[in-house]
């Protein structure tokens, strides 16, 4: 089954304090290694999955989202429970009103199989040094719009 074609998936945070729905993803899937990733999420990079505003809906823990704002402005959302990660935005405005905003969630959350893959590696200039990457993915210097490396 295609992904287009499933009506619904969902996640929550680790602790189930909030809980999300997606009504359908979008194609891109990306890793991405950029050095703020890599430490809100303690890992070599994060996988986000992408989904319309429109598409993307809490449905409980609201309340327990918490904003974390870096140095260049991006805001990553995080459960104030647990620490769970679950969202990446450009900036605390991101077009919230906008149903074609692009929400990145943190695709380690979904508790439901997707169809899906990550199809690029994105900010390789800032990829930790011990981490050797054996597929064939794109994979570019910083953003999907940058070098190729």
Not at 94 to 118: M, R
Not at 124 to 148: H, I, Q, T, V, Y
């Amino acid at each position: 089954m295609s992904s287009k074609n499933k009506s619904s998936y969902s996640g929550e945070c680790l602790c189930g304090s909030v809980k999300y729905s997606v009504d359908y993803l979008e194609p891109n899937m990306g890793n991405c290694h950029c050095k703020m990733c890599r430490k809100f999420h303690g890992a070599a990079y994060a996988t986000y999955a992408q989904a319309k505003r429109e598409n993307f809906h809490w449905l409980s823990g609201e309340d327990s989202i918490q904003n974390y704002i870096g140095e260049n402005g991006t805001v990553r959302k995080f459960c104030k429970q647990c620490g769970s990660s679950l969202i990446f935005q450009d900036d605390l405005d991101d077009n919230q009103d906008d149903p074609d905003t692009i929400v990145h969630f943190a695709a380690g959350t979904l508790d439901t199989d997707i169809d899906i893959k990550p199809n690029v590696h994105i900010y390789m200039e800032s990829k930790a040094n011990w981490l050797k990457l054996e597929d064939n993915l794109p994979k570019f210097e910083m953003g999907r719009n940058s070098k190729l490396i």
